[in-house]
């Protein structure tokens, strides 16, 4: 029996160390990631993922970057740029997300958005206990209502110096109908039956304006970014349906924000259009814009020429305004 015990305890301070530790991750060229056990939630075990390049010699200053919804972080060239501005650089892959997913887990569900919380306080923590003391905040669509969610529940004692948003997931992209009565409707059935689909794979569009391999400039894991997304859960709609009510409602932060968007929109449908290369053809960046104020106290907004949705894979003029505001931004602090 004790040989048994003694077995298991081993087992486990194996597994410990494991997580515990850097190993190379995917993306190569130095990239490293380290996964972190999680308190199991109602679908059995949890974890996350935070990726970083190796520290800068003698720098104190961080930014960590959080994903959109079916996404995970792959923009190497987002990394290499910050670390260029004197920042280190982090990256986490959220619970369910990329990196983080499981055999046992419904890929990007959540029935609440604090969920993803502890993944955040999880990163931070790690980010200080490695020599940082200054730490900006930048994340994408989902991942921007998220974050100042997150920082609206931590305000009392605010554990960065400034957001960074890019294309943040503020409002629904539909109809009066679908926004008004139908995604409340949704919502509401989502507190009884979370599990339940409401929503099918979507179009491909969006993935084809992104992959190398069809009309875009990327290449990624699409077992991770799915091309037809993933089906969607009426909790899933609750969770974000709740988020944006609360935004909307005002959270006033009082660390800086940056807002960023595409200066236009554009439809998504089945069918190829060339617009599809510049512009946001996932939100409405006018709703962005609108609630953008809704954040803090302290928001700069700034809208992007031909803009794409995630702001740093459009088009390389584009991309390369949309990293000049983001650096003029950081700058000014």
Known sequence: MRRILLLTSLVFLFVAVIYAQYVPDVLGDGYLRRTFQMPDDYEGKVVCTLVKKPQLPDVKQAVLYIHGYNDYFFQKQLGDSVNAHGYNFYAMDLRKYGRSILPNQNPFFCKSLTEYFADIDTALATIRSEGNDKILLMAHSTGGLITPLYLDSRKDSLPVDGLILNSPFLDWSFGWFMEKIAIPAVAFIGRLFPNL????????????????QFKGEWEYDTNWKMINGHPKKAGWIKAIQEGQK????????????????????????????????????????????????KLGNYVTRDTIPDGMHDLILSGKKSRDYTYGVVFDWMGKD
């Open 246 to 293: 609360q935004v909307r409602k005002g959270l006033q932060l009082e660390c800086p924000v940056l807002v960023m968007s595409s200066n236009r929109s554009y439809p998504e449908s089945k069918e190829w259009h060339e617009e599809y290369l510049s512009s946001d053809i996932v939100l409405n960046v006018h709703d962005i814009q609108e609630y953008a104020p």
């Open 197 to 212: 689909t409401v929503q099918g794979y979507g179009d491909a569009s969006y993935a084809h304006s992104l992959l190398k």
